[in-house]
């Protein structure tokens, strides 16, 4: 009956699960990049793909003949500090630097239209921005561009602001990758990808010293690419979906691995491990027995809730609650094999025949001894499972 109660549960559960939906909106690499992504340091992953399973890199398509080229800006940026990373919104704050070098044609549809380019290029993540400020971009001086010898416009200034972290992904957690990327775009619906070009400056982008401060958070290093955001939306105009040139400068941070397996995993192993030695105590203590796995069960509860409360809420498992599953299905089978061994030892007591008695008794001891057995390789079986199906 137990079995098909749980049957019965699962097909519940299974029948009512929703599935995420698929927007037509997402990023595409474009040929800016050149050799793609910069890595700074050995060993950086590429950006997060926002299904998880990355963008793709598609074809992109080219300028039809007698279309003119598009106008050409090149972005710069450098990090002095990343701080107040909040997992719950998810969000983070930022200060440093930006540069911009632009051509005529750009500068002349600027003056035409009365804009200002750290107006125009803004960051569509962004959540809020300094009260004292009217933008997220300040420019130096009077903000006005110099040109340049070679015949290019160039602008500089800084940034200070709140910025929605976008591509989390906590299924590895407590061993979690996190990246804080500031997403530039043209704030401008008549400039999209076929009138404006954002490519990045890689030679002079960075992150400055105090980037590290973060405490928890391990800099992995920085990224800056150009993408092609494809918007599912014509935005009224009626020519199909508008694709626009878009900058984005990453910064990535995780976990120390070393400090995640001896806060976290080993109190958690050193919880279980009570379970594996119940069995070890004397067959007469079957009340000491029955009661240890509920006080692992509220253990483990009590350290589930510590653990995630700095988490957002997710739609899937992450690692660490997998191990938490595998942790309170063993509990819940030691409880089980708690009460059969001690109705089995019970009912071996009222046999009359000494030497029925002591062989029943010497069975339950060989299969106390099997218990930790059991349930040390079973929740290695389990984990390795779910770190590679996670």
């Known amino acids: 009956m137990a079995i098909v109660a749980i049957a019965l549960i ?78 719950q919104s998810p969000s983070f704050e930022s200060s440093g630097y930006w540069w911009l070098k632009w051509g005529d044609d750009l500068q002349a549809y600027l003056t035409e239209n009365n804009l200002k380019i750290w107006k125009v290029l803004t960051p569509v993540n962004l959540i809020n921005i300094p009260q004292y400020a009217d933008s997220v971009f300040i420019p130096t001086g009077n903000g006005k ?23 989390s992904d906590f299924r590895r957690h407590p061993f979690t990758t996190l990246s804080l990327p500031i997403m530039i775009e043209a704030d401008d619906v008549m400039l999209n990808s076929s009138k404006l070009e954002i ?54 941070y995780s976990t120390s691995s070393w400090l995640s397996f001896w806060k976290i995993l080993v109190p958690l192993m050193i919880v279980v491990a009570m379970i594996a030695g119940a069995t070890k105590l004397e067959t ?25 409360a700095n988490l957002p809420q997710l739609p899937y498992l992450t690692f660490l609650d997998e191990v938490y599953v595998v942790s309170y299905i063993l ?3 030691s409880f089980v094999m708690m009460l059969w061994a001690c109705r089995r030892y019970y009912a071996a007591l009222k046999i009359e025949d000494y030497a029925v008695r002591e062989l029943e008794l010497k069975k339950l001891d060989k299969s106390d001894d ?13 984990l390795v499972i779910c770190w590679f199906t996670g």
């Open 370 to 382: 099997y218990w930790p057995t059991y349930v040390i390789g079973i929740g290695m079986i389990a």
């Open 284 to 308: 007469a203590h079957y009340d000491v027995r029955l009661t240890l796995p509920v006080t692992v069960l509220l253990t483990l509860v009590f350290m589930q809730q510590t653990h995630d």
């Open 331 to 333: 509990t819940l089978g």
């Open 10 to 87: 699962l097909m519940g559960v299974f029948s009512v699960d929703n599935i995420s939906y698929k927007t037509g909106d997402y990023l595409a690499f474009t040929d800016n990049n050149k050799a793609g992504l910069l890595e700074q340091k050995s060993h950086l992953a590429k950006l997060l793909k926002r299904d998880r399973k990355g963008y793709e890199r598609s074809e992109i398509k080219t300028i039809a003949k007698g279309q003119p080229d598009p106008m050409k800006i090149r972005m710069g940026l450098y990090a002095i500090n990343n701080y107040n990373i909040n997992l």
């Open 145 to 167: 561009p110099t040109l340049m010898p070679d015949g290019s416009w160039y602008l500089t200034g800084a940034y200070s602001g709140e910025f929605f972290i976008d591509r």
């Open 199 to 252: 490519s990045p400056d890689t030679q002079g982008s960075g992150i400055g010293q105090f980037i590290d401060s973060n405490l928890g958070w391990i800099n992995q290093g920085w990224t800056l690419a150009s993408y092609k955001h494809h918007y599912d939306s014509d935005f009224g105009f009626g020519k199909g979906a508008s694709d626009f040139s878009q900058l984005i400068f990453e910064v990535k």
